[in-house]
Nanobody, 123 residues
Framework: QVQLVESGGGLVQAGGALRLSCLASGSIFSINVMGWYRQAPGEQRELIAA???????NYADSVKGRFTISKGNVRNTIYLQMDSLRPEDTAVYYCAGGPLDTLSRNPDEYRYWGQGTQVTVSS
């Protein structure tokens, strides 16, 4: 089994920055793609950024140039640096991972999920 735990959410003013962390534990050898999703009230869960074990990345158009996904120095940690935050970035952010072949946007392909962390951007 794999457990994913997010941290780093909070309240920030528009234009500010936050960094989210995701720590994976358990049978992490089965994970080769990890990503960050977000879900706002009344909206579908959407992929924000994903990264492979080899370091390839993919971003949603809405965050390109503002958000950066990266891996930690150890295999089981990823980060999401969020700069120039906007009120529309307000959502619950989830870490996800799984044994994927590609940087898929389909949440059904990610086997493991964290509990989510709230990010609120005030105007």
């Amino acid at each position: 089994q794999v457990q994913l735990v997010e941290s780093g959410g909070g309240l920030v003013q528009a234009g500010g920055a936050l960094r989210l962390s995701c720590l994976a534990s358990g049978s992490i050898f089965s994970i080769n793609v990890m990503g960050w999703y977000r879900q706002a009230p009344g909206e579908q869960r959407e992929l924000i950024a994903a990264i492979t074990s080899g370091g390839s990345t993919n971003y949603a158009d809405s965050v390109k140039g503002r958000f950066t996904i990266s891996k930690g120095n150890v295999r089981n940690t990823i980060y999401l640096q969020m700069d120039s935050l906007r009120p529309e970035d307000t959502a619950v952010y989830y870490c996800a991972g799984g044994p994927l072949d590609t940087l898929s946007r389909n949440p059904d392909e990610y086997r493991y999920w964290g509990q989510g962390t709230q990010v609120t951007v005030s105007s």
